[in-house]
Each structure stands twice: as C-alpha cells, then as structure tokens.
C-alpha cells in the first residue's frame, strides 16, 4: 500500500512539473486575440445546437430514436462522476502519452464516422454525375431464418462512401498532427450529431438531467482539481479549442481556450427538445427555442466574464443550467403553456412501454 502511495504521488509530481513546463511555453494572449478566441467558442458552441436541434425533427419523423427515460436522467450524473474519477486516476499513475495514443485511435474513427454523417447530406447535393448513385446495405445476422436477430442493418450509398473517403482525410490531418482545426472538426461533428441523435422525451426528464449535471460541475470544478485536470490531460476532440495568441502566432499558435463538449450537447439536447415541443403547438413560431438560444448565449458569455475575472476554470453548466431552464418555464407561465409544456411527449409513455416489452420478447424467442 505504501508503495502504491508512493507511486501515486510520484506520477502526480511529474505531471504537475510538465504541465508548468508547458505553460512557460505559451505566449500570452493579446486581448484582440482573447475576443477572437472566445467569440469563435461561442459561436463553434451555438452552431451545433442550432444544426443539430433542426436536424433532431427530421430524424424524429424519420426514426425510433432512443429516448433517455427519467431513470437514465437520475443515473446519469453518477455515470458521468465514476467515469470522470476513473480518468483522472488513470492520468495521475500512468503516462499521458501511451493513454493518449489508444484515445487518438479510438477518436480517429469515430470522428470520420461522425464528420461523415453530418457532411453526407451536403456532399450528396454537391457530387458530380459522373459518379453513379447506388445504394447498398450492410448486414450481419445472428442465427437463421426467422430466429436471425440483426446485429448490424446499415443502409447507405456510393456517396455516402464518397463522403466517408473526403472525411477521412481530415481524421489522417487529426491522426498525423492533432491540430486544433481538425480537433474542432471532429469536436464540432460529435456535438450536432449527439444533439440530434440524443432525445429527451419530455420537459421533465430534461429538468431532472440538467439540474443532476449542474451539481455534477459545481462539484468537480470548484470541490477538486478533477475536471480541470482530466480536460487539460485528455487529447481527444471533446471538447472545443481556439487559440488566444492567433494573431500573434498564426496556425502554429499553442496558447488555447477550451470549452468541453458536454457545455454544448447537455443544454443542446433539451434546446432541440423545445424546437420539437415549438412545433408540436403548430404556431409557425419557434418562440421557445429561439428564446432559450439566446439565453444559452447569454449564460456563455456570463461563464467567460466570470472566468476572465476570477481567472480561474468556471463550471459552464452553474451558469448555462439556469439560463436554459429558467427562460422556457418563465416564457410558459407568462404565456399560458406551462401545463401544455409539461404534457409534452415526443413519444406516449404507454407507446414507449409497449416497445420496450416488444424488443424483450423478440429478444426471449431469438433464446
């Protein structure tokens, strides 16, 4: 044990003197160069919520998307802490170096997989008709006849392969370089598709997460060293960076801020559900989303104030959380929706036990 102790604190030594040997590195930022800086975060953080909450209505009518239920929105905090607490072990006692280097591999395909599925809808409108259009679909069962359970039933076309081909030079740029350019790529890819993929399935459930999520920040930023260490250790494209010496340095500038993708997809995923909700009244208004939008923009630049302040790493979510809970609720009562807002269901909550009692006998007859 005294050993292991011993280890421990030796390996948190030498990560603390690496990173102040880093930080004398970096040249500081100008103050032109900071608001270039964040106002790019703020904006590379509106955009995916943006794109991703229009595209979550279209995958809605077109899908079964999976919906996160009030139990997950409960757990999820407490996933989030343990694997959260498991990373920062890992960094403290082995080298950044070789864990970095399985994260960039692992990060290297999602990324093309995630930055083609948000480029295929444009690169489809834009390829020349010299490629033919074909589709295909890849399959891979378990079992035979009519006991074969899919593992894998993925349809998609020539240009779908097309796109994958173009994506994947980017995740070679990110896989030989790691520059900041082709970490946002990704970074930016992984935050829409989660927002349009990841569907809260009513108001409440989205409460429930974002005030778990909210507690979960204030305590590993402000309580421990935890999160800052993990962010500022974990190279891999979650989380948003721009530098702050861009002028100075140019491409080759080094001194970052950094906004973690979590700060994005978290209060994303319950502004999309309101843009579902705006169109379910049928008003040809989207009030509440473009409200809670603003809002979203006004709890960031309320973080960064904050931060550039106190000059200390500031929990987003303690100012984000607020913004995008309080804004839709005061909008409801004021108008008179508050008990319509909180009926909402994407999907009927009988609908959703019916599917989930059918996936498990399908499940007990392929047995």
Request: charged share 15%; net charge neutral; with cysteine.
């Amino acid at each position: 044990m005294a050993d292991f102790m011993k280890l421990f604190v030796a390996q948190a030594q030498e990560n603390l003197t690496e990173n102040a040997a880093n930080a004398t590195t970096k040249t500081p930022g100008t103050p032109e160069g900071m608001v270039v800086a964040y106002g790019s975060l703020v904006i590379m953080a509106i955009l995916p919520i943006y794109i991703g909450s229009f595209r979550s209505v279209n995958f809605h009518k077109e899908n079964k998307a999976e919906k996160m239920t009030t139990k997950d929105a409960m757990m999820f905090p407490i996933m989030a802490s343990c694997a959260l607490f498991s990373l920062y072990i890992v960094f403290k006692l082995f080298s950044k170096e070789y864990i970095n280097l399985l994260l960039t591999g692992y990060f290297f395909f999602l990324g093309i997989l995630a930055l083609t599925h948000l480029l295929s809808p444009l690169c489809s409108k834009l390829m020349p008709s010299a490629i033919p259009f074909e589709q295909y679909n890849l399959l891979f069962c378990q079992g035979t006849g009519s006991k074969a359970k899919d593992i894998i039933n993925y349809n998609f076309t020539s240009y779908d392969v097309v796109s994958l081909a173009c994506c994947s030079v980017f995740g070679a740029w990110y896989l030989w370089q790691k520059h900041w350019i082709a970490n946002n790529l990704f970074g930016f890819a992984f935050a829409v598709n989660a927002v349009e993929l990841l569907h809260l399935n009513n108001v409440v459930t989205g409460c429930i997460l974002l005030c778990g999520l909210f507690l979960y920040d204030i305590f590993w930023v402000f309580g421990t060293d935890v999160m800052v260490t993990v962010a500022k250790s974990f190279e891999a494209p979650i989380k948003l960076i721009f530098p702050q010496d861009l002028l100075t340095n140019g491409l080759a500038a080094n001194n970052f801020a950094m906004l973690g993708l979590g700060d994005i997809v978290i209060p994303g995923i319950f502004i999309a559900l309101l843009l579902r909700f705006d169109q379910s009244l049928k008003r040809k208004t989207n009030t509440y989303f473009y409200a809670t939008c603003f809002a979203y923009f006004l709890g960031l630049m309320t973080t960064i104030l904050v931060m550039h302040i106190f000059k200390h790493a500031q929990p987003a979510l303690l100012y984000l959380v607020p913004a995008c809970l309080g804004t839709p609720l005061l909008l409801a009562l004021i108008k008179g929706d508050l008990k319509t807002m909180f009926k909402y269901e994407d999907t009927p909550e009988e609908q959703l036990k019916e599917e989930a009692e059918k996936n498990k006998s399908e499940v007990k007859k392929v047995k």
